[in-house]
């Protein structure tokens, strides 16, 4: 039941933009459509977010950071993704596990066996019905969010070598699962990238049986 999107890509990709664009022209159709985003999307994901993106906590273990993204993420499945894909919604969740098995398995270097496994019982093995990835080159991503106004994180610290990792962690996951994953360009025009990832959206809505999904209201 439902359909679960989730949207993927390095740092300034523009990726809360085009999905919260997506969002828009969903429920424009009809279609019951719900936003969220990690990690947060619940009160407390959000004060998870709060302790992972604090200045002063430069000092976090990577297990650490791990156990909290899952935590959050564990909450927001339960509390809201679960609930609104059992009632036939389509859910666009701004990152989800895939953005652990990159940033703290490619990025880090963490052993990606055990993230999948404490991804599986965070999630209680919940995975995305589509994954769309916003791929750009890791320098490009970084100079964006410097003068996109965006502000500065703890997470924006690390070298641009560890952003190259995490691209080449994305490129990986996408090719291993090609079914679930599509990737764009995210230099493109942005109206276009909008354009683009819409059509391939509802395309892939109309093939859905009708009992996957509250149906349209204009259908
Ligand atoms: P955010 O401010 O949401 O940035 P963005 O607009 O790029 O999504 O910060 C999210 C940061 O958290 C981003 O640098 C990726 C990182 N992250 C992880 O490292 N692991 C995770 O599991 C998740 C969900 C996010």
Redesign the pocket.
């Known amino acids: 039941m439902g359909f679960l999107i989730t949207f993927e890509g390095p740092?300034?990709s523009g990726?809360?933009t085009q999905i919260k664009r997506l969002y828009e022209r969903l429920q424009t159709q009809g279609y019951d459509a719900y936003l969220t985003?990690?990690?947060g999307g619940t009160a407390i994901s959000e004060e998870i977010r709060g302790l992972?993106?604090d200045l002063n906590h430069r000092e976090m273990a990577p297990r650490a950071e791990i156990l909290l993204?899952s935590a959050a993420r564990a909450q927001l499945v339960q509390q809201v993704i679960r609930p609104h894909l059992a009632a036939g919604g389509i859910v666009l969740c701004?990152?989800y596990?895939d953005?652990?098995l990159a940033?703290?398995g490619y990025g880090h270097g963490l052993d990606l066996d055990t993230l999948r496994r404490i991804t599986e019982f965070a999630t209680e093995g919940l995975r995305p019905d589509l994954t769309l990835l916003l791929d750009l080159d890791a320098a490009a991503g970084l100079a964006r969010r410097q003068t996109g106004g965006v502000e500065w994180?703890r997470?924006d610290d690390y070298a641009l070598a560890f952003h190259q990792r995490v691209r080449a962690g994305y490129l990986a996951l996408a090719a291993a699962e090609p079914q679930r994953w599509v990737t764009f360009d995210a230099l493109q025009d942005k109206a276009e990238l909008a354009a683009g990832i819409q059509q391939l959206v509802l395309a892939r809505l109309a093939q859905l049986p009708a009992a996957a999904l509250t149906q349209p209201q204009s259908a």
Do not use: A, F, I, V
């Open positions: 740092d300034g990726k809360s985003r990690e990690p992972l993106h993204y701004d990152r596990y953005s652990t940033y703290q994180n997470l």
